[in-house]
Nanobody, 114 residues
């Protein structure tokens, strides 16, 4: 079955960087568009970035220019490089299809605080 396992979160100071990873299984990864999402306490889950099978990407306005999504089809991995982190980036981060049709993983906690 479709499965996503996120990792790489942690505590970082404002202005710092983190790289999140998502290991995917249970489907033809190379053909699938993928997205990163995040959910902050008390807020709805929101899409952060997407990458399509051909490599094109798009981003939420709130992270444009700071975050970069990438993929490694051979390893069935999706990455999110996060730079210039802000307190408002604090959330649990998840990966899934843009349709959100896969089962949600545990996510990885990102906390931006001094």
């Amino acid at each position: 079955q479709v499965q996503f396992v996120e990792s790489g979160g942690g505590l970082v100071q404002p202005g710092g960087s983190l790289r999140l990873s998502c290991a995917a299984s249970g489907f033809t990864f190379s053909a699938a568009p993928m997205s990163w999402y995040r959910q902050a306490p008390g807020k709805a889950r929101e899409r952060v970035a997407s990458i399509f099978s051909g490599g094109s990407t798009n981003y939420a306005n709130s992270v444009k220019g700071r975050f970069t999504i990438s993929r490694d089809n051979a390893k069935k991995m999706v990455y999110l490089q996060m730079n210039s982190l802000k307190a408002e980036d604090t959330a649990v981060y998840f990966c899934n299809f843009p349709s959100q049709s896969g089962a949600w993983g545990q996510g990885t906690q990102v906390t931006v605080s001094s």
